[in-house]
């Protein structure tokens, strides 16, 4: 299945979620110590009341003794409706009046300071979630360029491997196509090789059969001058008895030599018989000579006129 790769908003939501974290974490620790800071300022503040309270109350009860020792002592002197009375109890209440403003003064300085402090502190923490927010935004930046690079190399990693999985589907193909070429090419190479051994050894066959046929003629034959040898020998033998004995004995004889002549072929006839087997009037293939010659090693043993040895020879009984 072809590789679907992500699109721009899911890649900026991936690479959002993998930073928003981190940075919500350093934020959130920012404001925590920020704020512990500012409790700090806040506390001091409200301290600053107290203290500087007490300085009032210190410095008006001091002016006050001031004031009361003064008018004692105008009194005594009985000056107490004098004019120098008058400005130096009024000298006392002045100082009295610009001590407690020099306290509220130097209150006001604290707290001034502290505020300074706080919106110091205010400035900085928001610079920080500033700078943490542009950091953010950079390596969310930095991460999208990652994950379309990763994006784009399995696309093209996917466009390789289906090409190479195409390529090799066709190589297949071509393979199998190839096999099965071949296949009945060896097919076709076997049955025409199967053919000709076939006709070969049909061949060979008819050749030997032939040859066996023509090699029993030739052996009748030459039993068959044998027997005509042995037949003209004991002619011979014969005639030289017949003449020492009567006419009677040369009847018997001559009728015994004509009947052992006509109890095998002569020499001529088989003779002519080898010269029909080896030259057939119409053959032209070895079949056609190896049925003639096996017809004529037929009529051989329908004419029953070879002798035994001679027929053993030729028909093996």
Do not use: C
Request: hydrophobic residues 30%; neutral net charge; aromatic residues 6%.
């Amino acid at each position: 299945m072809a590789y679907t790769a992500k699109t721009a908003e899911a890649i900026q939501a991936q690479a959002t979620t993998e930073y928003q974290s981190y940075y919500d974490q350093l934020k959130l620790a920012a404001q925590q110590q920020t704020g512990t800071q500012d409790l700090l300022y806040q506390q001091q503040k409200s301290g600053l009341g107290t203290t500087y309270g007490t300085q009032v109350t210190a410095s008006q009860k001091e002016y006050a003794n001031t004031y009361s020792q003064a008018a004692r002592e105008t009194l005594s002197r009985g000056m107490q409706r004098s004019t120098y009375n008058n400005q130096t109890l009024a000298n006392v209440n002045t100082k009295a009046a610009e001590a407690k403003q020099t306290i509220y003064n130097a209150q006001a300085a604290a707290e001034s300071n502290i505020e300074a402090q706080r919106t110091s502190l205010a400035s900085q923490l928001a610079a920080q979630i500033m700078q943490y927010d542009a950091s953010q935004a950079a390596d969310i930046q930095k991460r999208i360029a990652e994950i379309g690079t990763e994006e784009y190399q399995k696309t093209q990693d996917d466009i390789a491997n289906t090409l190479a999985q195409t390529q090799l589907e066709e190589q297949m193909r071509q393979f199998n196509v190839d096999q099965s070429a071949q296949t009945v090419q060896d097919q076709i190479a076997n049955a025409l090789n199967q053919a000709q051994l076939d006709e070969q050894t049909r061949q060979f066959n008819a050749a030997q059969a032939s040859q066996t046929a023509q090699e029993q003629i030739e052996n009748a034959l030459a039993q068959a001058q044998l027997d005509e040898e042995a037949r003209q020998f004991n002619v011979t033998q014969s005639n030289k008895t017949s003449s020492k004995s009567s006419s009677g004995t040369k009847k018997t004889t001559a009728a015994a030599t004509a009947t052992t002549g006509s109890s095998v072929f002569t020499t001529n006839q088989l003779t002519s018989l080898l010269n029909k087997v080896n030259t057939p009037a119409k053959a032209t293939t070895t079949t056609t000579k190896a049925t003639t010659t096996k017809s004529l090693a037929a009529d051989i043993k329908k004419a029953g006129s070879v002798t035994s040895f001679a027929r053993s020879n030729l028909f093996g009984k």
